[in-house]
């Protein structure tokens, strides 16, 4: 039983940083795809970017590529967003999702990215605010 948690959100001026912290408990990472998205109030979720088992592979939204990137460390059960040259419609709840997928292949991570209904285990979300 996987539980995630997300930490790390708060306001920042447009063009500033931020960095998202993903910290797992109840089993070990290394067989989990690991995605983080976000949700704005009555729109649907949107798939930000992904990590493999491995890391060896990343997926971005082009909306966010070359300003966000994302990492784990799967011995201490964590997964991190950097989150660079924020701009103000970055603003929203931003979810850390996991799905157990051992031997994934790259074509089905990179599918699985833009589906949220693909990850079983989800955190609370945390919410991030780009404003001056």
């Known amino acids: 039983q996987m539980q995630l948690v997300e930490s790390g959100g708060g306001l920042v001026q447009p063009g500033g940083s931020l960095k998202l912290s993903c910290a797992a408990s109840?089993?070990?990472?290394?067989?989990?795809?690991i995605g983080w998205f976000r949700q704005a109030p009555g729109k649907e979720r949107e798939g930000v970017s992904c990590i493999s088992g491995s890391a060896r592979n990343t997926y971005s939204a082009d909306s966010v590529k070359g300003r966000f990137f994302i990492s784990r460390d799967n011995a201490k059960r964590t997964a991190t967003l950097q989150m660079n040259s924020l701009k103000p419609e970055d603003t929203t709840i931003y979810y850390c999702a996991a799905a157990f997928a051992p031997a994934i292949s790259t074509t089905t991570a990179q599918h699985m990215c833009g589906e949220a209904t693909s990850f079983g285990t989800w955190g609370p979300g945390t919410q991030v605010t780009v404003s001056s």
């Open positions: 109840g089993s070990t990472l290394d067989d989990y795809y």
